[in-house]
């Protein structure tokens, strides 16, 4: 273990720390780093194996994320339902779990690539012919119709698809298990302060990850076993997460209360927002004894009886829908501009580099005095106004230098600003509400969202003759109502925060 004295010293160069908070920032923030390390290692990776099957057919594989989300979602709600398994513990299991399915994705990319084979040691020092011969095979049959379903085998394609869906599955749950973790060990206050730089954390592993993978991308599938030791990296800096609070009840309470004491707190505090209370304090009470089946259910049930957390729901799923328009856009622009499969690896990592540094840079400086000075509403706010503005520069000017800019200020908006307040919306609500409901946001809701994006984005595709003008202005609309409802959200934030403050 680091000592805590130099790391102390570094970070209170850049926010405002007290020295019972330092392993819980350092090693969220190292956590949230690896794992968006390895996320943008095989995101390129992703992207081109999804262009490989036809632009057409991507709109189908958010749907297919859908169904998947269905089923993931609930299970990983079991996982931190267990009663003999501590929450930590099963943070690092759903590390590992996904650090494992990147190798297996490895063997079955390279068994399935055209003429490709499991590669020697030796071979891949040498930057063997196995990874030559796939560059030139791929470069070779690419294109963008639709009908490239059926110039590939039924194995390469379910593989593309597969790992399509997977990835998206290991961004959500890992890192709105991680911010379950994160939320749950502190408060609003704390949280105003230190979210920017955990959250730094996540964009340093952004554009580590995407420069890596912009520098490597010859490697193609080999980029897989690299992002699963990124993994067990993000497995080992969880444990460490919270690691000082149970050597000195001192320091305790200035992060967060005890177990009874905050969920009295919070019992007091969102009694008005629930439409029957009781129900899910007895589920809760049945929960800490034995896992059940219906523990699948109870991230849903937990949505359902807050008004506050169905609220905070609407707020993602339009977040959601506006995001996955600007995806589709960039994606199809990308796709007709940039012929090789490397080439689009490298623009795609190229572009997130870009996006990184700005984002790393507003956390470091920003984040926390916005939050602190503006306050959690104006923050939510901030990203449906600039996509709001967005919209309606794409349809002015539709090329990609408009739609590159757009992307980043948008990006820079929501990480900067957006998502930590987004965070902060879960400091004020139970601890079977950060594991279970959150979870269920993050993961389900998000795909619902892309999937509803998707299915119009498509629709609007194919009537408007593919005219991006056209269909930014379907945007417009969506905006709005993500700021209204990021404005009622935010005051509602506000008042359980100053509740839970006076109990």
Known sequence: MIGRAPIQSFLSFFLNIHPHETYTVFYSTSSFFFVLTAYFVVLPLRDEGAISLGIGNIPGLFFGSLMLTLIAAPLSTVIFSLPNLPKPKALVLIYRFFGASLVLFFILWVMSSPENTLPTFKGFLNMSSTIKDELKVETESVS?????????????????????????????????????????????????????????????????????????????????????????????????????????????????????????????????????????????????????????????????????????????????????????QKVTVIASTVTTPTGRRRLFAQINSFIAVFILAGQLTLTGRILTVAGITIALCSAPFTAFLNSIAIAVWPTYVAVAISETIRKVVTYVVTRPGRELLFTVVSQDEKYKAKVCIDVLVQRFGDATAAGMYKLLHSTLDGKVTHISLYALPVCILWVITGFHLGRRQTQLAKSQNLS
């Open 144 to 328: 963008t119709e639709i009908a490239d379903w059926d110039k590939h085998g039924w194995f390469y394609i379910s593989v593309r698809i597969g790992f399509f869906l997977w990835v998206a599955l290991l961004n959500l749950i890992t890192i709105s298990s991680t911010w379950a973790r994160v939320t749950d060990i502190m408060d609003n206050e704390s949280g105003s302060r230190l979210f920017g730089f955990i959250g730094a954390g996540a964009t340093f592993g952004q554009l580590f990850g995407s420069l890596f993978a912009t520098g490597m991308a010859w490697l193609g599938p080999y980029l897989l076993l690299f992002a699963s030791l990124m993994m067990e990296f993000a497995a080992q800096s969880s444990k460490r997460i919270n690691n000082d609070l149970s050597n000195s009840s001192e320091e305790l309470h200035p992060l967060r209360n005890t177990e009874v004491d905050q969920q009295d707190d919070i019992n007091k505090v969102d009694i008005s927002d629930h439409k029957e209370s009781s129900p899910t304090a007895s589920s809760s009470a049945i929960d800490s004894t034995k896992p059940r089946f219906w523990a699948l259910l109870d991230g849903f049930w937990l949505i359902w009886s807050s008004n506050y957390l169905l609220c905070v729901s609407l707020f993602l799923w339009l977040s959601a829908v506006t995001s996955s328009f600007f995806y589709f």
